[in-house]
């Protein structure tokens, strides 16, 4: 027996806590990523520099089109209708084959764009606190929050707008106001769904940090404050993932209870999530979090990991990374398809196999156990 615990302590050591993700493809480009959006089909826009691109699930490029500036902000509707953001201070149409189909001159840079499933409505948010609105690809109308504008959201018939100064401001799609709040710090992010309107709110100085969720008369829900800086947040209108300064990410429910948190010591500087799943960067890490709490892996490829997205139903996921090459500035975009490839030539791998951790998890306790015994057994010999 004897003989055999420093083979058990040499299994316990080498026992991985998580397996390393398998990604079904990698798309490799000049630039860097400013930004990514998913559709339900799992087509991938993204703004890649002076260009938007359209990726497909199967890994194929369905178009690289070239826009007015860096392209800032991105979003794609599901008939693969796509609205880019620029730098340039332009709003811009695509179709799914790349072709430029409208273009509109804002007065600055477009930091904040969304789509309609459907393509038909479209909104875009400027710095200097514009918020325009477009119906068939055609402007309609544009107002004025007042302050420097971070975040644009279209919710179904409603678009939401935040910005400096606490400005929180609710349009329906006339223009006519629903509310204008006024909240204690600056609203870096906005997002809604049919009952209810979030704000993420920062303090001037990021020594703390506060979720809002309003109805849309304009009534507050309830706040979670948090000491430090969250940097992004993301509500798929079942949870509401949160990342920063926090060395944390949380998962809140739509009451504002924690779901989970996850212990991540370094600056989060992206997150997204669906359905309880959640996937949160910071500098040359990764994690990748189950609605149970499991982290299903934690990625580290050694690169500056940018932006992260999932898709609606939690199908398809994927992340930027900056890539160090022998050109000042290129990136990789890595796609995996979490509910089976659609790919012929994937393998047909359940996901919690292919990303590991609950059998690890098991395995690992299993090996800790047997070592407890041994020790106790060697103890009382």
């Known amino acids: 027996m004897r003989r055999l615990l420093p083979l058990i302590l040499f299994l316990l050591a ?47 490029r369905a178009f690289k089109a070239p826009v007015r500036g860096f392209a800032y902000s991105v979003a794609v509707s599901e008939n693969g209708t796509v609205i880019v953001g620029t730098d340039g201070n332009w709003v811009q149409f695509f179709d799914p084959h790349g072709k430029l189909l409208e273009e509109y001159k804002t007065e600055n840079v477009v930091y904040s764009v969304d789509i309609s499933r459907d393509g038909r409505t479209a909104v875009a948010g400027n710095v200097d606190g514009f918020v325009y609105f477009f119906r068939d690809l055609k402007p309609v109308w544009k107002r004025n929050i007042g302050s420097y504008l971070w975040s644009v959201d279209l919710v179904g018939d409603r678009v939401l707008a935040g910005g400096d100064g606490g400005s929180f401001v609710a349009f329906r799609n006339d223009g006519t106001p629903i509310f204008n709040l006024t909240l204690p710090g600056d609203v870096k992010k906005v997002a809604g769904d049919g009952e209810m309107a979030v704000a993420l709110v920062v303090s001037p100085d990021e020594t703390w940090s506060s979720v809002y969720a309003f109805s849309w008369k304009g009534e507050e829900l309830w706040e979670r404050k948090f000491d430090g800086l969250i940097r992004d947040m993301e509500f798929d209108e079942e949870g509401i993932a949160l990342g920063g300064d926090l060395n944390e990410v949380i998962l809140l429910d739509r009451n504002g209870n924690r779901v989970y948190s996850i212990p991540f010591y370094l600056l989060v500087t992206d997150v997204a999530t669906a359905d309880g799943y959640t996937l949160a960067t910071g500098g040359d890490e990764t994690i990748f979090v189950a609605p149970n709490g499991t ?53 047909e791998t359940p996901l919690k196999r292919e990303l590991g951790s609950p059998l690890v998890a098991v395995g690992l306790g299993v090996l800790i156990l047997l070592v407890i015994a041994l020790l106790w057994r060697e103890m009382r010999e």
Not at 20 to 28: C, G, M, N, R, V
Not at 39 to 52: I, M
Not at 320 to 333: L, Q, T, Y
């Open 14 to 60: 080498a026992t991985p806590v998580s397996a390393q993700p398998h990604w079904d493809w990698t798309y490799h480009d000049e630039c860097i990523v400013f930004s990514m959006s998913f559709n339900d089909r799992g087509d991938l826009a993204l703004g890649f520099g002076y260009d938007a691109i359209l990726l497909q699930p199967n890994g194929s």
């Open 295 to 347: 982290i299903l892996w934690d990625y580290s490829p050694n690169e500056t990991v940018e932006k992260v997205a999932i898709s609606p139903g939690a199908r398809y996921l994927a992340l930027s990374r900056r890539f160090h090459g022998k050109d000042i500035c290129e990136a990789n975009v890595d796609f995996m398809s979490l509910k089976g490839s659609l790919s012929t030539s994937a393998p």
